[in-house]
């Protein structure tokens, strides 16, 4: 018998860790090469492991809904076996072992195997989106007790610089005055919930999100500057290469890369926007990398990134659009398709609306709002004489970290990208 190991690959730079969410294979099932074997989530998206041996999967170590850390094996495939045994597998071969490195917070003395509790605190710390270290031991008992981020930011920690370690975690448990986040969310529903109402539970991906723009919010003083663009010519040139573009090409161009090509060039002269904080540090970003914010089925939002964006004409960004927002519409994003965002571009417009006032990305310091493209009576100047004309109006707006991004700034970046749209070559080919 030939055994391979199935590990936890590697699922993009900063993430160490994943949670098993459901097994599509059980022991004693033949297994073809590519055939997806379990489903993980991360912090940043939802995807398949894939087999890359073809056997009869034997064992598996992971029970749905624990927390394993990258390069731990979770499943052995026999390559030898090509036929599906007449004996059913036995009882072990169907028992998963549970995560052995989440302790039990209930008992007055937490059990954590040594040898596993040890690899776990020796592993590389990972930092929260507010910038606090937290080692994958800490994070998987808060992630157990229903500790949200903004919660576990608030724990003075005994470690070396201030580090939350887990007996300081444990000792808050044991002191926590309220209950945990799904008690006390049910205390508030019914605080707050009248008769006839329904009180629906956020999913993970919705809990991520809310914590996420709580902590944004909390972490960035934010502003944001507004600014109109004509975008008639625009209009005009995509309405006459459409449907010759659809023809040639097998999928539509939308507005949105057009956007990216202008706003790529824009992060580049403005490269302050194009940028994250550290402390007093200020990071100035090599890559202009644009995330875009796409609808998933469940209703939930997603960025992925376009990579690079400045060093691809118009037609590689129409390609990196549509393959990217398809893929999210069937929950078919990797990991590394939403890591390494420098930048990022929500669109109002989708939903028509006139604009908004976006919350950053975190640990980016801006990022542009787009709203939905209008007509509208609108005076130019022209050689005899200002004139009302209708024109397409569509209008931006971008908020920004104020420790960072000042006012000036932000109206001169604003400003750019107006000129470069505005500007735009109608007798460019695609």
Same mark, same amino acid.
């Given at each position: 018998?030939?055994?391979?190991?199935?590990?936890?690959?590697?699922?993009?730079?900063?993430?160490?860790?994943?949670?098993?969410?459901?097994?599509?294979?059980?022991?004693?099932?033949?297994?073809?090469?590519?055939?997806?074997?379990?489903?993980?989530?991360?912090?940043?998206?939802?995807?398949?492991?894939?087999?890359?041996?073809?056997?009869?999967?034997?064992?598996?170590?992971?029970?749905?809904?624990?927390?394993?850390?990258?390069?731990?094996?979770?499943?052995?495939?026999?390559?030898?076996?090509?036929?599906?045994?007449?004996?059913?597998?036995?009882?072990?071969?169907?028992?998963?072992?549970?995560?052995?490195?989440?302790?039990?917070?209930?008992?007055?003395?937490?059990?954590?195997?040594?040898?596993?509790?040890?690899?776990?605190?020796?592993?590389?710390?990972?930092?929260?989106?507010?910038?606090?270290?937290?080692?994958?031991?800490?994070?998987?008992?808060?992630?157990?007790?229903?500790?949200?981020?903004?919660?576990?930011?608030?724990?003075?920690?005994?470690?070396?610089?201030?580090?939350?370690?887990?007996?300081?975690?444990?000792?808050?448990?044991?002191?926590?005055?309220?209950?945990?986040?799904?008690?006390?969310?049910?205390?508030?529903?019914?605080?707050?919930?009248?008769?006839?109402?329904?009180?629906?539970?956020?999913?993970?991906?919705?809990?991520?999100?809310?914590?996420?723009?709580?902590?944004?919010?909390?972490?960035?003083?934010?502003?944001?500057?507004?600014?109109?663009?004509?975008?008639?010519?625009?209009?005009?040139? =995509?309405?006459?290469?459409?449907?010759?573009?659809?023809? =040639?090409?097998?999928?539509?161009?939308?507005?949105?890369?057009?956007?990216?090509?202008?706003?790529?060039?824009?992060? =580049?002269?403005?490269?302050?926007?194009?940028?994250?904080?550290?402390?007093?540090?200020?990071?100035?970003?090599?890559?202009?990398?644009?995330?875009?914010?796409?609808?998933?089925?469940?209703?939930?939002?997603?960025?992925?990134?376009?990579?690079?964006?400045?060093?691809?004409?118009?037609?590689?960004?129409?390609?990196?659009?549509?393959?990217?927002?398809?893929?999210? =519409?069937?929950?078919?994003?990797?990991?590394?398709?939403?890591?390494?965002?420098?930048?990022?571009?929500?669109?109002?417009?989708?939903?028509?609306?006139?604009?908004?006032?976006?919350?950053?990305?975190?640990?980016?310091?801006?990022?542009?709002?787009?709203?939905?493209?209008?007509?509208?009576?609108?005076?130019?100047?022209?050689?005899?004489?200002?004139?009302?004309?209708?024109?397409?109006?569509?209008?931006?707006?971008?908020?920004?970290?104020?420790?960072?991004?000042?006012?000036?700034?932000?109206?001169?970046?604003?400003?750019?990208?107006?000129?470069?749209?505005?500007?735009?070559?109608?007798?460019?080919?695609?």
């Amino acid at each position: 018998m030939a055994n391979f190991e199935i590990i936890l690959p590697k699922l993009g730079e900063s993430i160490i860790e994943a949670t098993i969410t459901r097994w599509l294979k059980k022991p004693g099932d033949l297994i073809e090469e590519d055939d997806p074997i379990v489903e993980i989530a991360t912090d940043k998206v939802d995807s398949e492991i894939p087999s890359p041996v073809e056997g009869r999967l034997i064992k598996i170590f992971f029970n749905e809904g624990d927390i394993v850390p990258v390069g731990k094996v979770i499943a052995i495939i026999d390559t030898e076996a090509r036929e599906i045994p007449k004996e059913a597998p036995s009882k072990e071969q169907h028992v998963a072992v549970a995560s052995p490195y989440i302790p039990d917070i209930k008992s007055s003395s937490p059990a954590i195997p040594v040898v596993e509790a040890a690899k776990a605190e020796d592993a590389e710390a990972i930092n929260s989106p507010s910038g606090k270290f937290y080692s994958p031991l800490v994070k998987s008992i808060a992630n157990k007790e229903q500790v949200t981020s903004v919660e576990l930011d608030t724990i003075n920690g005994s470690g070396k610089e201030g580090r939350v370690t887990k007996e300081d975690l444990l000792e808050y448990l044991k002191s926590r005055k309220t209950a945990p986040a799904s008690k006390t969310s049910a205390a508030s529903a019914a605080t707050f919930s009248n008769v006839g109402d329904t009180i629906v539970e956020m999913d993970r991906m919705r809990k991520m999100i809310a914590d996420h723009m709580v902590m944004s919010k909390n972490v960035s003083p934010h502003v944001t500057s507004y600014i109109e663009v004509d975008m008639t010519p625009i209009v005009q040139w =995509r309405d006459k290469i459409k449907d010759s573009f659809l023809l =040639r090409e097998n999928q539509k161009i939308t507005y949105t890369p057009i956007i990216v090509e202008a706003t790529a060039q824009a992060l =580049r002269e403005f490269p302050n926007v194009n940028a994250s904080v550290d402390g007093y540090k200020i990071i100035q970003r090599k890559n202009v990398n644009i995330g875009m914010a796409a609808a998933l089925p469940s209703g939930n939002l997603i960025v992925p990134v376009i990579k690079n964006a400045d060093q691809k004409n118009l037609l590689g960004l129409v390609n990196d659009v549509n393959n990217l927002a398809d893929r999210a =519409r069937r929950n078919k994003l990797d990991p590394d398709d939403v890591m390494g965002g420098t930048f990022t571009i929500t669109n109002f417009g989708t939903f028509n609306s006139l604009t908004g006032s976006p919350i950053i990305n975190q640990p980016q310091v801006a990022i542009l709002g787009v709203g939905v493209i209008k007509k509208r009576p609108v005076v130019i100047e022209t050689a005899t004489g200002d004139a009302i004309a209708i024109r397409h109006i569509m209008i931006l707006s971008l908020s920004y970290d104020h420790r960072v991004v000042d006012g000036s700034l932000g109206g001169m970046f604003l400003k750019r990208l107006t000129e470069l749209l505005e500007n735009f070559d109608i007798s460019r080919s695609i």
